[in-house]
């Protein structure tokens, strides 16, 4: 096990990467109360297949009739909405 890389205030930190291309950095928030992690992992849903562009990679629809869950893959079309089930 590798140890954690230090910062410049010689303090052990976390690091994340996005899970779409497992590179980009990605910024970590925490509570300052509770020091837990804050994630923010949005899901929609409706009837039917997604028919809006996806506003951020990595969004999640519930396709409530067809029992079907899709991930956004891209924010370029409704195109980018990918069935996950």
Avoid: F, Q
Avoid at 5 to 30: F, H, M, Y
Avoid at 54 to 83: C, F, Q
Wanted: no cysteine; charged share 20%.
């Amino acid at each position: 096990m590798t140890r954690a890389k230090k910062d410049d205030n010689s303090v052990n930190s976390l690091i994340a990467v996005s899970s779409v291309d497992n590179e980009t950095v990605v910024r970590l928030v925490a509570d300052p109360v509770t020091k837990r992690l804050l994630v923010d992992w949005p899901v929609t849903s409706g009837s039917g297949a997604p028919s809006s562009t996806p506003s951020r990679i990595g969004r999640l629809y519930i396709d409530t009739s067809g029992e079907k869950v899709y991930i956004s893959t891209g924010i370029a079309s409704s195109a980018n909405w990918k069935i996950m089930n």
